[in-house]
């Protein structure tokens, strides 16, 4: 009943509807974290780093020869991935994360794609690494970072769920809210005039074709509600550097928490 009362409304005053969803879209919320994630959170080496009008908070894990990045997606933070943090640890990593612009404990504002993946770029050439591991979102600022930056060369990618196109993304947003077309059609100008680039470039798709990644793995639940696992898989066929795993049981958050895909990250970034 809620969604069709936002689309009746939404059709009416197409206006403040599209400048509500945008900003939802450009305010991320900060979800509360688990003990256990705060935990590995408090034994890092934590630093404050100046970006744009943001705040961001890095941290550092290990004191390894091999070193890794940890790119988390949209409304995560750096705590999200703990459970593998202490299994890189233990197999002698250095790893690094950062909460994203107005995520996790960075300060907060209105931020972007296009935000977020510069700072990417800036934190694989600030911590010198040519490995990563994104989840989710991250794999889109990733990726479109990369694209932007052909020269920077990455030796090993695992990718934990990845999105496509960004007309996915609105979509998905529009019919999980009940907004109207037209306010959906407006949403996308305003967001295109924001950023001066046209929303049907925005493809992961496209990206990997032109990044320079040596060895890439995608591993996608079946199952999974948030990211549905046939837009990984096109990510993978216009990337033949990559390999592509089909798993079971862990949905879209818990992978970043089952042992055996943590494991096969591991074994692979290894």
Same mark, same amino acid.
């Given at each position: 009943?809620?969604?069709?009362?936002?689309?009746?409304?939404?059709?009416?005053?197409?206006?403040?509807?599209?400048?509500?969803? #945008?900003?939802?879209?450009? $305010? %991320?919320?900060? *979800?509360?974290?688990?003990?256990?994630? /705060?935990?590995?959170?408090? +034994?890092?080496?934590?630093?404050?780093?100046?970006?744009?009008?943001?705040?961001?908070?890095?941290?550092?894990?290990?004191?390894?020869?091999?070193?890794?990045?940890?790119?988390?997606?949209?409304?995560?933070?750096?705590?999200?991935?703990?459970?593998?943090?202490?299994?890189?640890?233990?197999?002698?990593?250095?790893?690094?994360?950062?909460?994203?612009?107005?995520?996790?404990?960075?300060?907060?504002?209105?931020?972007?794609?296009?935000?977020?993946?510069?700072?990417?770029?800036?934190?694989?050439?600030?911590?010198?690494?040519?490995?990563?591991?994104?989840?989710?979102?991250?794999?889109?600022?990733?990726? #479109?970072?990369?694209?932007? $930056? %052909?020269?920077? *060369?990455?030796?090993?990618?695992?990718? /934990?769920?990845?999105?496509? +196109?960004?007309?996915?993304?609105?979509?998905?947003?529009?019919?999980?809210?009940?907004?109207?077309?037209?306010?959906?059609?407006?949403?996308?100008?305003?967001?295109?005039?924001?950023?001066?680039?046209?929303?049907?470039?925005?493809?992961?798709?496209?990206?990997?074709?032109?990044?320079?990644?040596?060895?890439?793995?995608?591993?996608?639940?079946?199952?999974?509600?948030?990211?549905?696992?046939?837009?990984?898989?096109?990510?993978?066929?216009?990337?033949?550097?990559?390999?592509?795993?089909?798993?079971?049981?862990?949905?879209?958050?818990?992978?970043?928490?089952?042992?055996?895909?943590?494991?096969?990250?591991?074994?692979?970034?290894?």
């Amino acid at each position: 009943m809620k969604k069709k009362i936002v689309h009746f409304l939404s059709n009416l005053f197409p206006s403040i509807f599209t400048n509500l969803a #945008f900003n939802q879209l450009t $305010n %991320p919320q900060v *979800k509360k974290l688990r003990e256990n994630e /705060l935990a590995i959170l408090n +034994k890092a080496i934590q630093e404050d780093f100046q970006f744009k009008n943001f705040n961001i908070k890095t941290y550092k894990w290990g004191t390894g020869q091999d070193s890794v990045l940890l790119i988390h997606g949209w409304e995560g933070q750096a705590g999200n991935f703990s459970d593998l943090v202490e299994k890189l640890t233990q197999i002698n990593f250095t790893v690094y994360a950062f909460d994203g612009p107005s995520h996790g404990y960075s300060s907060k504002g209105g931020t972007s794609l296009f935000e977020f993946s510069e700072l990417v770029e800036i934190m694989i050439s600030k911590f010198n690494v040519n490995k990563l591991i994104s989840h989710s979102f991250g794999g889109v600022a990733t990726t #479109f970072a990369l694209y932007n $930056n %052909p020269n920077l *060369k990455i030796e090993k990618y695992a990718l /934990l769920t990845t999105p496509d +196109k960004f007309s996915e993304r609105i979509d998905d947003v529009s019919e999980m809210v009940g907004i109207s077309n037209k306010v959906k059609v407006n949403l996308i100008k305003k967001l295109e005039t924001e950023s001066g680039i046209n929303a049907n470039t925005l493809n992961v798709s496209d990206f990997v074709k032109k990044i320079n990644v040596i060895d890439a793995l995608i591993l996608h639940d079946k199952n999974d509600k948030v990211i549905p696992i046939d837009r990984s898989l096109n990510v993978h066929n216009n990337w033949p550097q990559s390999k592509f795993e089909e798993i079971e049981g862990t949905g879209h958050f818990r992978i970043l928490r089952t042992d055996n895909v943590l494991d096969k990250v591991i074994e692979f970034i290894s």
